[in-house]
């Protein structure tokens, strides 16, 4: 079992930034990639961003390219997602996802690839 654990989730004015932090605990030897995803109230879960084992491939949706950034540190068995720019289209809940596979650039944004997920944190921006 994996455990996760979002942190980092807040309110902030548009334009501003927050970094969102995801540790892990458990099996974590076994998990391959890290994803975000988010979800707004009336809308379906969506893909954020995922990053490989190393850190060396990394996956965005194409609303958070050139804004956001993952990344890991594996000695710290954490995940980050650096988000800048923010707009108030970004408010949703936030949460961290980890798989035990090797995943494709397609099936990264997939969420039936992951198999543990955090409780989530909220991101709240105002226009």
């Known amino acids: 079992q994996v455990q996760l654990v979002e942190s980092g989730g807040g309110l902030v004015q548009a334009g501003g930034s927050l970094r969102l932090s995801c540790a892990a605990s458990g099996r974590t030897f076994n998990v391959y990639g890290m994803g975000w995803f988010r979800q707004a109230p009336g809308k379906e879960r969506e893909f954020v961003a995922a990053i490989s084992r190393s850190g060396g491939m990394t996956y965005y949706a194409d609303s958070v390219k050139g804004r956001f950034t993952i990344s890991r540190d594996n000695a710290k068995n954490t995940v980050y997602l650096q988000m800048n720019s923010l707009k108030p289209e970004d408010t949703a809940v936030y949460y961290c996802?980890?798989?035990?596979?090797?995943?494709?650039?397609?099936?990264?944004?997939?969420?039936?690839?992951?198999?543990?997920w955090g409780q989530g944190t909220q991101v709240t921006v105002s226009s």
């Open positions: 996802a980890a798989t035990l596979r090797i995943i494709s650039t397609a099936q990264a944004m997939e969420i039936s690839q992951y198999d543990y």
